[in-house]
């Protein structure tokens, strides 16, 4: 056996259909394309959304709200999954390598909605007011992070 001695198997490569190359090609007088119309010559391109004169989708439905292009979006975690997690202290890089949250985003907010009967650390972005209330109680500490 020899590298040179290598082929692909019959049938696997086959040549490239040129196109416009004349009656003798298979393709005939017109490429493919038809005699008229502004699909057969070059250049052709439609506009995106065009359904061939009918009113298009984007603009049969209504319009409503706005975006707010200055939202931040933060990872959420509410204290009820801290309570469940192992651990005493959470930063951020902890939650993300325990998997609670997948991206960090603009930061980490920390929400009220659960219990918490143990004694947490927490260091986050932003606190709600009810979380933070719920992690004194507990006697833990919520320590609020700057964003660099």
Excluded: W
């Amino acid at each position: 056996m020899n590298l040179s001695d290598l082929r692909p198997p019959r049938g696997q490569k086959q040549k490239r259909q040129r196109i416009g190359q004349g009656m003798g090609t298979g393709r005939g007088k017109y490429s493919g394309r038809g005699a008229k119309g502004a699909r057969s010559v070059t250049g052709y391109s439609i506009m995106r959304g065009f359904e061939g004169g009918q009113m298009p989708l984007h603009r049969r439905l209504p319009k409503r709200g706005f975006t707010n292009i200055f939202k931040k979006e933060y990872a959420i975690v509410n204290v009820g999954r801290l309570e469940k997690l192992e651990g005493s202290a959470f930063d951020p890089g902890r939650l993300l390598e325990l998997g609670v949250i997948k991206k960090l985003g603009v930061g980490l907010k920390i929400l009220g909605t659960g219990d918490i009967t143990r004694k947490l650390d927490v260091r986050a972005h932003v606190f709600s007011k009810s979380a933070l209330e719920k992690i004194q109680k507990a006697g833990g500490t919520g320590q609020v992070i700057e964003k660099e």
